[in-house]
Structures are given as C-alpha cells and as structure tokens.
C-alpha cells in the first residue's frame, strides 16, 4: 500500500497505537503501521539504545511499560501492540487493555514462525482475551502443530539464522498490521483471532477464538468495566469507621503482588492499617460494587503528569 493511498484513509490516519517493545519485531510493527499511514504511533521501551533512534519520528516513553502506560493514558488509544516475548508481561498486557477497552495486539516469532493475535475488545465486549484457553473453531490451511515441526529443518549456522530472523520479524509485522487494518475497517468480524505464517515455507493459518467460560482474567468480569480514578491514599476516617463499618471489609483484587497480602483478596481495612495513609505499590484493584466489578485506577495522576514535564524538559520525549 502506498503512503498515499493510505493517507486517504481515515479508518487508519485516525488511529492511535501504543507499540510495547522496540525491538527487531517491534520495530517491524511500527514500520508496517507508518506505511499504512496510522496517524499517531507511540512507542513504549525500556532500553534506551531500541528507544533513542525512535525519538525524532514517534512519542517514545522510556521505561518500564506497567508504569509509563497508566490506564488512564491507555484509555487514549484505539489499539496497543504488545511485542515482548515473556508471557507474564503479556499478560499485563492483556489485563489492562481488557481493563481499558482497548484493542489489543500480541506479535511474536519463533524460529521461523510468525505469530500474531488480535483482541478487539473495543470493537465486542464479549471477545475472547489473550489468557482464554479456548480451542479455535476454524483454522487454514493446516493445523498450528504442524508449522511448528516445519522449524526443526530451518538451517541453523549463525548468517542464516540471522536472516532468517530478519525475514520472520518483517512477516509478524506486517500480519500485525494487516489485522490492526481489518479491524479499524469493521472488516474483522470483530472476533478475536490468531494467524501464523511459516516465512520459510510460506504455509500459515488463520484462527478464530472464542471466550473461554474458565478464563481466569475475563470469564467473571461484566464488559466494559467501570473504571474509578482515584487517589493512591489509604486512611479510613472516624465517622466511616463509626457509620458504616462494612466497608473495612470491602475485597479488593490488587494488580501488583505486595509483600504480606493477598492479591486475589486484599480488605481495606487491612490496607488502611498497613499503609495509613500513604500509597500502596499497585496500579489498581477489582472490587464488586453492587454485583458488578469495577476497577479503581490508583495511579498518580498529577505525578505522572509531572514526570512526563520533566522529560519533556529534558528533551527526552514530548508527552500526550
């Protein structure tokens, strides 16, 4: 596609993508969405060698994305693209799109397989996630299995494992950006779906998923989940304490593993005893409020603000 063609397409020029992860897939994903003419791509990383060439083109946020990309900044876009291999920052991934309705994009390679999957959990509210352990219910030309026992003949001396590397990053990419089109476009179904191809042996296939009733992350939560900014403080005053001591007792579901407390079910009448009034070491938190879950999102919000001031004065990056 031309950048001109794509310029004239407002499905892609009024899109704005989070990238997790300027690496060599990374890197790919970005390049593919700057040819289809996105409008605004920003980029979130924590190496500041994959960041810095990054910064005369894009919005970089250097650090670590479970604090640079609050709830509140990803509500911002119609899609992030996660491209980091380990499984437990997918997952984080996975939770706070989901959290934030937000289209969300998995890429990754292995060997000479690339892999992408996409989640339009803002296009459907009932779309599968990323940790649903679903079977698909169609899939082309060939079992996934099946791509991965073509790897094993992959050449494996050092030049050629590098380019083919090369070659496999540049495939996930431009799948990513094939299905990130599709579902700007309306065109997607609005189902979740996960595609493979063999860059060696040109063979892939095409997966439809559905929610998965046992999800662990998505099967109890009523979509899209209410989200409540609010001060990172925890004290309880004299008069709610008196007039209605329930609410001590009120589960909370915390995002972040603290030292001594349950992250399944945390009261505040533990927290407030534990950290009296001070922040706790968590993003937010799940709790049910009239037979609904609802997130209350504990990021400081003017701290961030002030940190984002500061690189921007420092010439390291211009903020949202």
């Not at 709830?71 to 437990?88: K, M, N």
């Not at 590098?162 to 476009?185: E, F, M, N, P, W």
């Not at 063999?198 to 929610?211: F, M």
């Not at 109890?220 to 409540?228: E, T």
């Amino acid at each position: 596609m031309s950048s001109a063609s794509a310029s004239r397409n407002p499905a892609l020029s009024g899109l704005t993508i989070a990238v997790v992860g300027a690496g060599r897939v990374g890197s790919e994903v970005i390049r593919n969405l700057s040819l289809m003419g996105v409008g605004r791509i920003d980029v979130f990383e924590c190496d500041h060698r994959a960041a810095e060439p990054l910064r005369n083109r894009y919005h970089v946020y250097e650090g670590d994305f479970w604090d640079t990309l609050t709830l509140a900044r990803l509500q911002d876009y119609d899609f992030a693209v996660c491209t980091i291999d380990a499984r437990a920052a997918r997952n984080r991934m996975n939770g706070k799109c989901l959290l934030a309705n937000v289209n969300f994009v998995q890429v990754g390679t292995e060997n000479t397989l690339a892999q992408v999957s996409a989640y339009p959990f803002g296009a459907r509210h009932d779309s599968a996630c990323a940790e649903c352990g679903t079977s698909p219910t169609s899939a082309i030309p060939m079992p996934i299995a099946a791509l991965r026992l073509s790897v094993a003949d992959a050449p494996r001396d050092s030049a050629s494992a590098a380019a083919t590397s090369v070659a496999t990053a540049s495939v996930a990419g431009g799948i990513a950006a094939a299905l990130i089109a599709r579902i700007a476009a309306g065109s997607h179904g609005a189902v979740a779906r996960s595609a493979a191809l063999d860059a060696a042996l040109g063979q892939g296939t095409s997966v439809e998923l559905q929610p998965d009733a046992n999800c662990p992350r998505c099967s109890n939560l009523q979509r899209p989940v209410p989200i409540v900014h609010t001060r990172n403080r925890w004290n309880v005053s004299e008069a709610i304490a008196q007039g209605c001591p329930e609410a001590l007792d009120q589960q909370l579901r915390l995002s972040d593993e603290i030292e001594g407390l349950s992250t399944e079910s945390s009261c505040l009448r533990e927290l407030s005893a534990r950290f009296d009034g001070r922040p706790i070491p968590a993003k937010f938190a799940l709790t049910d409020v009239g037979g609904r879950t609802i997130c209350l999102a504990f990021e400081d919000t003017d701290h961030e603000t002030a940190r984002a001031a500061t690189r921007a004065a420092a010439g390291r990056h211009t903020p949202n």
